[in-house]
């Protein structure tokens, strides 16, 4: 999560516009969180970001080792993928909104 916060915050930086989409927008737009173990692969996270307009985002974490697995850390790990792959769909959107204008 730390590198999302990195990044967010070296955005901000160079901001000259109030036309970004910060990591406390995507934060906001998340209504519920779940991760999920599957059987077939226990070490491995899934993480689903659910937004308030109905979407999901999933994202996934494993360490190479099994035996390395903690699930605290996984959870973390899943969560900022999801998250990371939210970032580009969300900067669409107000791409397609600042065209229209």
């Known amino acids: ?11 901000a930086s160079v901001q000259k ?6 990591l406390q927008y995507l934060e ?3 209504v ?5 173990h599957p059987t077939s692969q ?3 996270t899934l993480c ?12 996934q974490s ?3 080792d099994p035996e390395n697995f903690n699930a605290d850390v996984g959870h973390q790990f899943a969560r900022s ?4 792959k939210l970032w580009p769909l969300e900067g669409y959107l107000l791409r397609e909104k600042l065209a229209a204008e």
């Not at 999560?1 to 955005?11: F, G, H, V």
């Not at 519920?32 to 999920?36: G, H, I, R, S």
């Open 28 to 30: 906001a737009r998340i």
């Open 62 to 64: 494993a360490p190479a």
């Open 1 to 11: 999560m730390e590198s999302l916060n990195a990044s967010d915050r070296l955005a």
């Open 42 to 44: 226990p070490h491995m």
């Open 81 to 84: 993928d999801a998250i990371g």
């Open 32 to 36: 519920a969180e779940e991760y999920l």
């Open 48 to 59: 689903v970001l659910t937004l308030v307009n109905g979407f999901s985002v999933v994202g």
């Open 17 to 22: 516009t109030p036309n970004r989409i910060s």
